[in-house]
């Protein structure tokens, strides 16, 4: 730890540099889980560093993608637990780079807080290690900046940046889509990052006791059932592109199925999906019920248990299911491709 740099004006501001040092010094086991082929600085340099490795590529191709967590960090904030949304920031970019069939190589963190306290920061970039090994990317640099008198001091914002990479030839292309093709459904963990000014609001969180086991979530607390981190879905999807051609993929983020399918389709198809063939999770009932919400705005906010859909044609449909229920996606049909005006048709 670098105690030369001490500065008593910068710590009577607000600022303590030492407490920075050491959070770095307690976030270095769990960096040092993430390391993949291809690193090549350690943590605390001016820029972290990556060697790409091309062979077998004919025109190597990066994908980046950034995010934050949103205001489910007030949940993280209410209930004392900062272990967990980490994951969730890492899933909310990795998923997305994967939609256009790129491996995740590795990520970066930014941290803003009121005040830095070590153990807590450490705790925070302890899930976003745990993501990066669940997405198989490298944790090659972040940044943590205290702000006092921007941020309250026990309030902290995150976010992040991944990069993947795809051979040119192999990104995602919808424009082989066709009438007759099969959607299907990954399921999702929960609510995952998205939706949750509505969700505060709906239990008044502020408020409510996050503890109590809730009848209608299986003895869970509300609490626990709403922090629960967001799915990553790399490694599945990644064995299912070795063997199966996939024509489109959609995560389900905020905008739920009407915003986030279309995204994966070309002009003049939709998804046509019966809504009774959906594996609602019980989360989303409770939303629906104790917020009085239409079943239409339910499913243009949250990702309704699917955080992830995936086209392939009729003929690959049962062998794309086998590959990822071999691993661990409990996947199902969830609809077809249909000619329409209507991206998204449900019924």
Known sequence: MNNQSYSDAYAKAGVDITAGYKAVE???SHIARTAVPGVVSDIGGFGGLFSLDVSGMTAPTLVSGTDGVGTKL????LLGKHDTVGIDCVA????????AGAKPLFFLDYIACGKNVPEKIAAIVSGVAEGCVQSGAALIGGETAEMPGFYPEDEYDLAGFAVGIVDRSKIIDHSAMRPGDVVLALPSSGVHSNGFSLVRKVFDVEHADLKAPV?????KGLGETLLTPTKIYVKPVLALFEKVTVRGISHITGG????N???SLPHGLGAK???DDVRVLPIFDLIEKTGQISRREMFNTFNMGVGMTVVVSKEDAEKALSILRENGE???ILGEIVESQDKVVLW
């Open 74 to 77: 007030k949940l993280a904030f």
């Open 26 to 28: 307690l976030m270095k």
């Open 261 to 263: 399918i279309p995204r």
């Open 256 to 259: 739920g199925f009407f915003e």
């Open 273 to 275: 999906i019966k809504m």
């Open 215 to 219: 009848a209608e979530l299986g003895g």
């Open 330 to 332: 409990d996947a199902y």
């Open 92 to 99: 909310m970019c990795v998923n997305d780079i994967l939609c």
